[in-house]
T-cell receptor, first 117, second 113 residues
Framework: AQSVTQPDIHITVSEGASLELRCNYS??????LFWYVQSPGQGLQLLLK??????LVQGIKGFEAEFKRSQSSFNLRKPSVHWSDAAEYFC???????????????FGKGTKLSVKP | TAGITQAPTSQILAAGRSMTLRCTQD?????MYWYRQDLGLGLRLIHY???????GKGEVPDGYSVSRANTDDFPLTLASAVPSQTSVYFC????????????FGSGTRLTVV
């Protein structure tokens, strides 16, 4: 069955430190991969997406993610975290080949990021 | 600003009562979705619609119904609310299935007592 795993429920980093959030997927078809961010009390905002081509994708707010097919991973990174990055982050996978649902996204359970001053 | 509007923002509802959560988008997206978000469970798909006039069931459809009479509106109805439907509900839309990513509304926080 298709699934997305975010192994870390909660991560705390110091402001200015680097960040890596992990995402692993299990998907039979060619995956499209996404990272979303959710600030408290808000909806989800798209950070970046991977469809094909260069496996390192750049997103908004200084984030990037790397697709590694051999590891079924799509980890999110940021070189220097800002206090405003504190939020919950969701990885998602989809594909137009996914049965009758025509590409409904499957979401991970999220990783909550806290930032220490 | 273009996007998705959800109403109400929050609601307290007595068990057994019915309620419709409203969702309107102005981006002319074909596909629309309803998710519920619960602590520790992430986002779970309730119902979806790939185009006006069609709907489909997601992972947790029981107790919910939807309709898609036109492109812009995708209301979610709880016919007889139960406490387990206490959740935050998000509406989302996409140009073409989910392949290009979703745009989300700001959510409706529903408490069933």
């Amino acid at each position: 069955a298709q699934s997305v795993t975010q192994p870390d429920i909660h991560i705390t980093v110091s402001e200015g430190a680097s960040l890596e959030l992990r995402c692993n997927y299990s998907y039979g078809a060619t995956p499209y991969l996404f990272w979303y961010v959710q600030s408290p009390g808000q909806g989800l905002q798209l950070l970046l997406k991977y469809f094909s081509g260069d496996t390192l994708v750049q997103g908004i707010k200084g984030f990037e993610a790397e697709f590694k097919r051999s590891q079924s991973s799509f980890n999110l990174r940021k070189p220097s975290v800002h206090w405003s990055d504190a939020a919950e982050y969701f990885c998602a996978v989809g594909s137009p080949d996914y049965g009758g649902s025509q590409g409904n996204l499957i979401f991970g359970k999220g990783t909550k990021l806290s930032v220490k001053p | 600003t273009a996007g998705i509007t959800q109403a109400p923002t929050s609601q307290i509802l007595a068990a057994g009562r019915s309620m419709t959560l409203r969702c309107t988008q102005d981006m002319r997206h074909n596909a629309m979705y309803w998710y519920r978000q619960d602590l520790g469970l992430g986002l779970r798909l309730i119902h979806y619609s790939n185009t006006a006039g069609t709907t489909g069931k997601g992972e947790v459809p029981d107790g919910y119904s939807v309709s898609r009479a036109n492109t812009d509106d995708f209301p979610l109805t709880l016919a007889s609310a139960v406490p387990s439907q206490t959740s935050v509900y998000f509406c989302a839309s996409s140009e073409s299935g989910g392949s290009y990513g979703y745009t989300f509304g700001s959510g409706t926080r529903l408490t069933v007592v």
